[in-house]
C-alpha cells in the first residue's frame, strides 16, 4: 500500500509498504479521508520529542473498518468511523482521573504508531469512534481538531464566556471561535491578518472580524474576557494578555516551536488578576465534536478548502506552512466529496 513516511526531521516520502495486520482488539481502517495539521509540521521539524521516527502521520482520519484482529467482533467490518489518536497507558495517575492526553506513557497514532497519511491504518478498538450516518468522512476528518477545541474550552475556569476574542482565523481558531459560540458566548470576535481567511470567518457566525489585536481594541476598549491564542506564534502572546479584561482568562490553544520564548509582564497579571491556561490534545471530547458537526452548530464545510491525494502531501504541508488555504485533507481517490460551500 501507498503510505508517507517522515523517516526523520525534514524527510518524508511516500513509499509502497507491506499492507498492516491488526493484532489483539485491533482492527484495520482503510483511510478515506485525513487532515493536515499544523501539528504535522511540528512532527516533520523535529520539534516533538516523543515521536519515534520512521513515522506514518496522521492524526485527524475517519474511513471504514475492512479487518479485524482477534477479539473483535466481525460485525465492525463496513463501518464508517472517526480515529481518537489518543493512546493512553490506562494504569498512570492521569490515566486514572480521565486526564488521558497527559498519559506519562502518551501514544498517538500519527506521532509514535502509524498515522492516517497511508491507504490503510490499524487501530485499536478502543480508539473508533461510530461515524454518524448525516456526516461524510471529510467532516469526521474534521472533529478530532475540533475535539481538542472542545477540551481547551474545558479549561477555561469562567465558562461560558460572554465576550471572547480568538487571535488566528486558521482552521484551528474558526472551529473555537464556533465552538466558544455553541457553548454560550454572547460576543465572538475573530483578529486575522490574511484576507482569505477573514472571508471564510465572514460565512460562520462570528460577531466581529478584525485584523490585528489592535484594531479589536481600538472597537472594544472594555476588552474580553476570555482570549484564545490559536496562532502558535509565542511572539504573539503579549498583544492577546492586552486584550484580556480585569478578571479574564488567556487560553494558550496552538503548539509553538520548541525553544521559542515569549515576554510578558507579570505585573500585568497582578494588575488584572488575568488567568493563563494552557491546552492539550483531547480527552474523550471526540463524540461531542461528532455531534456538534452532525448538529450543523459547527460548520466544517467552509474550513475545507482544499483536497489532495496522498501522493501529494509533501505539496499540501509546503503549502500549510506557507500559511495558504484554511484545512486541507488528502482523501482516497475512490471518495467523491462535497463541493457545497466552496
Request: with cysteine; aromatic share 4%.
Amino acid at each position: 500500500m501507498r503510505a508517507a513516511v517522515v523517516h526523520e526531521p525534514h524527510r518524508i516520502t511516500i513509499d509502497d509498504i507491506p499492507e498492516p495486520e491488526p493484532g489483539p482488539n485491533e482492527v484495520v481502517v482503510a483511510v478515506k479521508a485525513n487532515g493536515i495539521c499544523g501539528s504535522d509540521l511540528h512532527l516533520l521539524d523535529g520539534e516533538w520529542s516523543f515521536v519515534q521516527y520512521p513515522v506514518i502521520p496522521g492524526h485527524e482520519f475517519s474511513g471504514e473498518v475492512v479487518e479485524v484482529g482477534p477479539g473483535v467482533e466481525s460485525n465492525l467490518v463496513g463501518r464508517r468511523v472517526a480515529v481518537d489518536p489518543v493512546v493512553g497507558c490506562g494504569t498512570c495517575d492521569h490515566c486514572k482521573s480521565g486526564r488521558i492526553n497527559l498519559c506519562r506513557s502518551l501514544n498517538a497514532y500519527g506521532a509514535t504508531r502509524p498515522g492516517g497519511s497511508a491507504e490503510q491504518c490499524v487501530v485499536g478498538v478502543r480508539n473508533l469512534v461510530p461515524l454518524p450516518d448525516s456526516l461524510p468522512f471529510e467532516a469526521a476528518a474534521v472533529a478530532q481538531p475540533l475535539a481538542c477545541a472542545l477540551h481547551a474550552l474545558t479549561r477555561v475556569p469562567h465558562s461560558p464566556a460572554p465576550n471572547v476574542l480568538v487571535v488566528g482565523g486558521g482552521a484551528a481558531g474558526l472551529l473555537l471561535a464556533q465552538a466558544v459560540r455553541a457553548s454560550g458566548a454572547s460576543f465572538v470576535a475573530v483578529c486575522e491578518p490574511i484576507a482569505a481567511r477573514r472571508d471564510v470567518a465572514a460565512r460562520l457566525d462570528i460577531d466581529a472580524i478584525f485584523q490585528s489585536v489592535d484594531e479589536a481594541l481600538a472597537a472594544h476598549p472594555e476588552k474580553f474576557s476570555l482570549v484564545i491564542d490559536a496562532t502558535g506564534k509565542a511572539s504573539v502572546l503579549s498583544s492577546s494578555l492586552d486584550a484580556a479584561d480585569t478578571g479574564g482568562t488567556l487560553l494558550l490553544f496552538s503548539m509553538c516551536a520548541q525553544g521559542e520564548m515569549a515576554s510578558i509582564e507579570p505585573v500585568k497579571l497582578y494588575e488584572r488578576e488575568l488567568t493563563i491556561v494552557g491546552s492539550r490534545g483531547m480527552a474523550s471530547t471526540h463524540g461531542p465534536a461528532l455531534e456538534l458537526l452532525s448538529s450543523g452548530q459547527v460548520k466544517w464545510e467552509p474550513l475545507v478548502t482544499e483536497h489532495h491525494g496522498l501522493d501529494d502531501l509533501p505539496n499540501a504541508l509546503a503549502r500549510l506552512r506557507r500559511h495558504e488555504g484554511i484545512k486541507a485533507l488528502t482523501v482516497c481517490e475512490s471518495l467523491t466529496f462535497s463541493k457545497r460551500g466552496r
